[in-house]
């Protein structure tokens, strides 16, 4: 066990956190960890895409003027560390959650790219695990929200 699951179990709020994470279906022990530490226990960023961009999975347009205009690409300055634990979390998604294989397949029929979709999926994750700390309740599949 590393020093900072050491320290998860041995503070209660921590470890319920920790828990939550997992709840979601791709997200392990040490991604949750990572993002527990990197986020500042989720108080480094506002929401979700703050998170997002700052793991390098939301694309941003390129262009240079009006006539020059790129494909839409990732920034390199992502926290890679963070990206690529990410990346095996949606690879594990793809197996185990019906969801998001019924989503890379749906998409890979628009001919989408395989990484790119990949690329969404760990958006998706983000996005999950967000709702699933702003809530402070476990992931559920098909979960209505209820209206405030």
Known sequence: MCYQQKIIKQD??????????QSVNGI?????????????????????KELACYCGVVPFNKTSGSSVKYKPSVSPFANM??????????????????????YFERKLLEG????????????????RVFAVIRDNRRYE??????CA
């Open 81 to 102: 560390k963070l990206k690529k634990l990410l990346h095996l979390c949606a690879m594990s998604a793809l197996q185990n959650d019906s969801e998001m294989k019924a």
């Open 12 to 21: 209660e709020q921590l470890n319920h956190t920790v828990e939550l994470l």
């Open 112 to 127: 989408k790219n395989k990484m790119s979709i990949i690329n969404a999926i760990r958006n998706k994750l983000i996005h």
């Open 28 to 48: 392990g022990k040490v991604t949750a960890t990572a993002l527990l530490v990197y986020t500042k226990g989720f108080t480094a960023f506002n929401n979700a």
């Open 141 to 146: 599949d098909n979960y209505v929200r209820p």
